[in-house]
């Protein structure tokens, strides 16, 4: 047995030159024959093992532990290299010794760097750890941000696998088929655990472009100051693909406020799929009456009434309320026509008729209706074939639509109105509308009681101007 002076010195060398290929290990007596005879610089004898109570003892004092290390199985990754000095190196080269016993199955397309570098020891420790896989460090907290250095603890929404880092419930730490080293295509792995977004054959229908491309055109997977972790605040985020928003907001006196408002674009769409057109949250009227369910103070001071309210009182509702489509008349994120209309409509109660001023009334209802003179076939509104809607509009001072008619809903037939305002006060005159079988009746609002019948027998006075 032959130990030289360089044992001494070799007991307090850094083990980390392990890394490096050559890795001094020192024979020491597991019995009075377990070290090796060396003959012309050979070893002769047999080594029991390189492990006893007095060296190396923090290789094997470990919970989890490589094979061959447990197994005493120096010899299996090291070779002499200096006997007498008792130095030994890896019996190959690093690269390839791992794979000797791991080797592969594929790697696919995409490799980690350290695994395509072959420095396997960068992330495991070749004889034990007390973390799973030999790793070096905790793979929850410290491994991976050796290399991955960012702070994601820095910003205020942290994904949760990030935060506690579970970095391989989303990626491979090998190979992968997919950018990233992700388990799994782009546009499915979210679903992994957001199984509730996950879009039924229906839901499928109306599929916000974004998912298609995976979650991360708008989602951070790491962690963001936006809450959901959001790559930017709402309305900003949906800006960057629908930019002609930004333009028409730019250009539009009169803008819906959600729209603007931080998050106000989810308040009426639903930011993944939806079973219905525009990846709306609910049909119309009911989505806008979500919001539209008490006053309202519009930005110029005035009040918006109660809607829904109004709607359940008044049970005859304007066609495209019945239809479900308040955005026939209305446009939903900014216009300039007062009240988001989408085309003209006269702000002021009192003014004269004009077809321009009524271009909304005119997407739907024929001009006829108030332009031609005669209205058999055209109007019920009629003294036998004289058209009343001409007779009331084509004086000198005129009449509007909705000095007669509700836009909204009405108790009364035809939209009917209860009552006027007048005056500077908004004093209330009743009209007092009742339909009979060929004609109705109304008084005394606006003039002395009228009634008119289609059949023309009853003949009305022309309205006072």
Known sequence: MRITSSYRSMRNTNWTAFGQGVVPLVLCLMSSTSVAQLQDGKPTGIVNSCITSGCHTNIINQPVMHAPTAEAKCLECHEYAVPEEHLFVLNKPDKQLCIECHKPSHL??????????????????????????????DPAKDLCMDCHDDDYSKHEFVHGPVAVGACIVCHDSHSSSFPALLIDRPDQLC????????????????????MEDGCISCHNPHASDEKFQLNESVPNLCIECHDWFDEMFQESPVIHAPAQAKGGCTDCHNPHFSVLPKLQKQT???????????????????????????????TNHHGPIRDGSCTMCHHPHASQEQNLLIQAYPKEFYAPFGIKQYQLCFTCHQSDLVMEESGTGLTRFRQGDQNLHWLHVNQEKGRTCRACHEVHASNRPAHIRESVPFG???????????????????APACHKERTYDRTGITAPEKPAP
């Open 108 to 137: 696919d397309r995409v490799i980690h760097q350290p695994v395509a570098e072959g420095q396997c020891l960068s992330c495991h420790d070749p004889h034990g750890s007390e973390h799973i896989t030999m790793l070096r460090k």
């Open 191 to 210: 679903f992994n655990c957001h199984d509730e977004l996950k879009p039924s054959p229906m839901e499928a229908r109306n599929l916000h472009k974004p």
């Open 284 to 314: 119309q009227p009911d989505l806008c009456l979500s919001c539209h369910d008490k006053p309202m103070i519009t930005s110029d001071g005035r009040t918006l009434i109660d809607m829904k309210t109004f709607l359940e009182e008044n």
């Open 424 to 442: 500077s006060i908004g004093w209330l005159l009743d009209i007092n509308f009742e339909e009979r079988t060929n004609g109705g009746f109304c």
